[in-house]
């Protein structure tokens, strides 16, 4: 039986997840979300790809995309807490997320204490062994 890596269910769709980290208005509908995903990450809005926006203090999430005929809007308030954001540097104002760290982010893990460790990658030239 083989179980998939964490790298392999990531690569298992080809939508990228791209975070806008500056704080967002959440009274922003879908035309201004799609407006600020376009100027914060330079990526077409209706590419298929997911943007994910905070809000100001941090209790708020909306995730947009593009379906086919039409924009999807999807918004989470917190009863309790606030979504724990990676390190970032101050003036990176976006980054791209794999699907199981926003999985993470959801659940309430703080991906600022996420460290990943070391291990080994196979050089491109060398060919696999059989």
């Known amino acids: ?71 999807v809007l999807w918004y989470k308030k917190l009863e309790q807490g606030t979504f724990k954001l990676p390190k970032l540097a101050a003036e990176q104002m976006s980054v791209e997320l794999r699907a199981s760290e926003l999985a993470m982010l959801l659940d309430g893990i703080d991906l600022g204490s996420i460290k990943r460790v070391k291990r080994y990658r196979r050089p491109a030239s060398s060919p696999p062994l059989r």
């Open 1 to 71: 039986m083989h179980l998939p890596s964490l790298t392999q269910l990531d690569r298992a769709t080809q939508t990228r997840i791209w975070l806008c980290t500056g704080p967002t208005d959440m009274r922003r509908g879908f035309y201004r979300l799609a407006e600020q995903a376009q100027q914060v990450t330079r990526q077409h809005p209706q590419s298929g790809h997911l943007f994910v926006f905070r809000s100001r203090r941090g209790d708020r999430l909306k995730a947009l995309y593009w379906d086919r005929d039409g924009y």
